[in-house]
């Protein structure tokens, strides 16, 4: 009996996915005494995907240089914990296992694993493929439709009315939402005292950033404190 042909398009962010898989398992080593428990947790949930015959998986890793975005900013991702100092050999091991199984592996110079990720999944969907991201980056939720979830560490799918549900905005409303509570995992700030309620409730009222600001600026957004932040923060 023929294979089944792949429909569903499966994008897993490498790092994100050996980073999770280090701190998820405790520290174990091979009879060379390499860590290997990065490598073994990222096997354990690549397989689960690689039993699905109507699953194409893809996997994408960063470059080893920098990206457009520490031209754009300085202090992008400044602020991040040191990696463990046994990590990078198991991601390079993780690398040589995804080669090894005849899985595509991606990476671009100068764009990150969720840059390709986010081109895949819009190629993939005008294709007709359903499909499913596997990443720890929040900013896939602006990708999110009827045909593309994100996998979440329970595997459940995220959708737009899980956003929704949670976040109180829309898929479309996304890339303003993050704009206003900004990315403490990437060191990008947001609007100074917007938290994640009050942007919430501001795009709910105003429908985008561009609204927002615009009634700022004629007076008209209230309370008055949240406009003197809104437009604090923009001069900044």
Do not use: C
């Not at 899980?162 to 609007?191: F, H």
Request: hydrophobic residues 40%; proline residues 6%.
């Amino acid at each position: 009996m023929p294979a089944a042909s792949p429909t569903t398009i499966v994008l897993i962010d490498g790092h994100a996915l050996a980073y999770r898989s280090y701190f998820a398992l405790p520290p174990m080593s091979n009879s060379r005494g390499e860590a290997t428990h990065a490598v073994l947790g990222f096997m354990r949930i690549l397989s689960r995907f690689m039993k699905v015959r109507s699953n194409q998986v893809i996997v994408m890793f960063d470059p080893p240089v920098k990206t457009f975005r520490h031209q754009e900013f300085e202090g992008y991702k400044s602020g991040r914990a040191e990696t463990p100092a046994d990590l990078p050999t198991q991601i390079n091991r993780v690398r040589e296992v995804v080669d090894a199984l005849g899985l595509p592996r991606l990476e671009m110079p100068g764009y990150e694993a969720d840059d390709v990720i986010a081109t895949l999944s819009v190629m993939a969907q005008r294709a007709g493929h359903p499909v499913r991201i596997l990443t720890s980056d929040r900013d896939a939720y602006q990708l999110l439709s009827g045909d593309v979830r994100v996998v979440s560490s329970d595997f459940s799918l995220v959708g737009p009315a899980e956003i929704e549900a949670k976040y109180g905005v829309t898929v479309a409303q996304w890339v303003d939402y993050r704009a206003l509570t900004g990315d403490a995992s990437d060191n990008i700030p947001g609007a100074k005292g917007i938290g994640p309620k009050t942007a919430s409730k501001l795009l709910q009222d105003y429908g985008s950033l561009e609204s927002i600001y615009a009634a700022a600026k004629a007076g008209t957004l209230e309370p008055k404190g949240t406009r003197e932040k809104l437009l604090v923060s923009e001069e900044a």
